[in-house]
C-alpha cells in the first residue's frame, strides 16, 4: 500500500508538470498534499511539513545559488568565461573535453558540497560549450557525474561521513576504497556514457551568456582562472585547515571564511575589481548583470523548494521506515541488502543522504554477525543512494531547468546518469569485496 501511494503521487507530479503544464511549484505542493493523505499523515501535520520541507531545502541553499548566479554571470559578461573556454579548448581540444570535465568534476567535488559545486561549474560549462559548439549536456554530464560520485562515496561529504560514524567503518579506508571504486565508475557514467548524449541540445543559457553587444578588453587567462577558481580553493583550503590542531579561535575564523556564502561574497567582490573593472565594465553594468542573475535564477529555487516539501511529506509519512522494514527479511548478501535499501529509499523519497543514512540505521545491526567489511557497505549504500533520480529529487529539477531541457531528456540523461552510478558503483564495491 506505501509503494503504491508513492507512486501515485510521482504519476500525479509528472502528469501535473509534463500535461497540464501546471507550474512545478504548484505541482510539488499537490503532490504533497495527495501524498500526506494517502500515507496517513495526519492532516494537521501535511502544512507543516510542507512549510518545513520547504525551508529546510531552500533555507541553505537561496543564498549560495543566488549569489552563485551572480558570480558566473560576472564571469560571463567580464568575457573572463570566454578566456577560460578558449584556455581549455586549446589544451585539451575538443574530443576530449568530456574527460578533462570528469576530471574537474571529481577533483572540484572532493571538498565542495555537491550543490555549492554545480552552482559554481555550471557557469564554466556553458562557456566552453558556447566556445566549442558542443551541445552542454553532451560535456557537461562527465563534469556532474563526477560531483555526483564524490557526493555519495567520500568523506568529507554528509552522508558517507556519517555513513562511516553509524557503521564503524575507518575513514581513511572507506576515503582511499572510495577512490578506487569512484574512478572507473566516473569513466563508464561520465565521458562513455556522454557519448550518447551528443543529440539532446540545450538552449543557450540566458543566465549565463554574456553580452557581446559591448566590444570590450578582456581579462588575461590568469586572472580568469585565479577568480573563476577562487571559490574552489577558499573552501578545500579551509576544509584542510580544519583537519589541523587550531586554537578554537583560529579554528572558528577558519570555518567563518570557509562558510560558502562567505566565500562567494569574497568571490564577487575580487572579481568586481580583478574582471569588472578590469574589463571596462561600469558599476551601474555590474549591478544590472547581478539583478539579472537574480531574476533568472528565482524560478529554479521555487522548483527546489518544492521538492523539498514533497520529500518532507513523505518522511513524516514514516513510508522510508516500513519499505526498509520489509526489505530487510530479504535473504540476499548483506552489501546488496544495504544497496537495495538505499536504492528504494532514494527512489521513493528522492533524498540521497535520507536513504543513505536510513539504511545505515537498518544495517548495521547486521554487520557484526554477517562479517561485512564496513567500509564497503558504507560505499554499497552511498551507490544504492544516488540511484534512479527523478521528479522528487531537487538534482533532478536543478539539472533540468539549468539546462532548459525537458522531462524526457532529464529523464534519459540525468536519471540515467544517476541509475549508471548507482549500478557500476555497486558492481565495483562487489569487485573490491572479493579482492580484499
Known amino acids: 500500500m506505501t509503494l503504491l501511494a508513492i507512486a501515485l503521487v510521482i504519476v500525479l507530479l509528472i502528469l501535473l508538470v509534463a500535461l497540464a503544464k501546471a507550474p512545478p511549484l504548484v505541482a510539488f505542493v499537490v503532490a504533497a498534499l495527495l501524498g500526506g493523505v494517502l500515507l496517513g499523515v495526519p492532516l494537521e501535520t501535511i ?13 541553505p541553499l537561496v543564498v549560495i545559488v543566488v549569489l552563485g548566479a551572480m558570480a558566473g554571470k560576472l564571469i560571463a559578461d567580464s568575457g573572463a568565461a570566454r578566456r577560460i573556454a578558449d584556455a581549455l579548448i586549446a589544451l585539451f581540444g575538443p574530443r576530449r573535453l568530456p574527460l578533462a570535465m570528469a576530471a574537474t568534476g571529481f577533483l572540484v567535488g ?81 565521458p562513455l556514457f556522454a557519448m550518447t548524449l551528443k543529440n539532446i541540445q540545450s538552449p543557450p543559457s540566458a543566465l549565463f551568456g554574456s553580452d557581446d553587444s559591448v566590444e570590450r578588453r578582456l581579462p588575461g587567462t590568469a586572472v580568469s582562472f585565479l577568480c573563476a577558481l577562487l571559490p574552489v580553493g577558499l573552501i578545500a583550503g579551509t576544509t584542510a585547515l580544519g583537519y589541523l590542531a587550531l586554537s578554537p579561535d583560529l579554528a572558528a575564523a ?62 513524516e509519512s514514516g513510508a522510508d521506515r516500513v519499505l526498509a522494514a520489509e526489505l530487510a527479511t530479504l535473504p540476499i548478501p548483506p552489501l546488496v541488502l544495504g544497496w537495495l535499501l538505499a536504492c528504494v529509499i532514494r527512489i521513493a523519497l528522492g533524498s540521497a543522504t535520507v536513504a543513505g543514512l536510513t539504511a545505515g540505521g537498518l544495517v548495521a545491526p547486521l554487520l557484526a554477525t554477517s562479517g561485512a567489511n564496513p567500509n564497503l557497505m558504507v560505499l554499497a549504500i552511498g551507490a544504492g543512494s ?41 558492481v565495483f564495491v562487489l569487485l573490491l569485496d572479493a579482492l580484499v
Not at 47 to 59: H, Q, R, S, V, Y
Open 47 to 59: 502544512p507543516k511539513a510542507i512549510e518545513k520541507g520547504i525551508g529546510d531545502t531552500i533555507g
Open 110 to 190: 572532493i571538498p565542495l558540497f555537491y550543490n555549492v559545486g554545480f552552482v559554481l561549474m555550471v557557469p564554466l560549462i556553458f562557456s566552453i560549450t558556447a566556445r566549442a559548439k558542443l551541445p552542454p549536456v553532451h560535456v557537461g554530464m562527465p563534469l556532474l557525474a563526477g560531483l555526483s560520485i564524490a557526493h555519495g562515496f567520500l568523506p568529507p561529504h554528509p552522508s558517507p561521513t556519517a555513513l562511516v560514524t553509524q557503521l564503524h567503518a575507518d575513514l581513511g579506508q572507506t576515503l582511499i576504497y572510495g577512490l578506487i571504486v569512484g574512478v572507473p565508475t566516473l569513466l563508464i557514467a561520465g
Open 254 to 315: 577558519v570555518r567563518f571564511v570557509g562558510n560558502p556564502t562567505v566565500v562567494l561574497l569574497v568571490a564577487i567582490a575580487i572579481a568586481m575589481v580583478a574582471l569588472g573593472a578590469g574589463s571596462g565594465l561600469p558599476l551601474p553594468r555590474m549591478m544590472e548583470s547581478f539583478a539579472g542573475a537574480t531574476r533568472d535564477i528565482a524560478p529554479i529555487l521555487l522548483i527546489i523548494a518544492g521538492a523539498g516539501a514533497l520529500k518532507q511529506v513523505l518522511v
Open 386 to 426: 544516488l540511484m534512479c533520480s527523478h521528479v522528487n529529487d531537487s538534482g533532478f529539477w536543478m539539472f533540468k531547468e539549468y539546462f532548459g531541457l525537458s522531462l524526457r531528456d532529464t529523464f534519459r540523461s540525468w536519471s540515467l546518469m544517476e541509475t549508471l552510478v548507482g549500478s557500476f558503483g555497486l
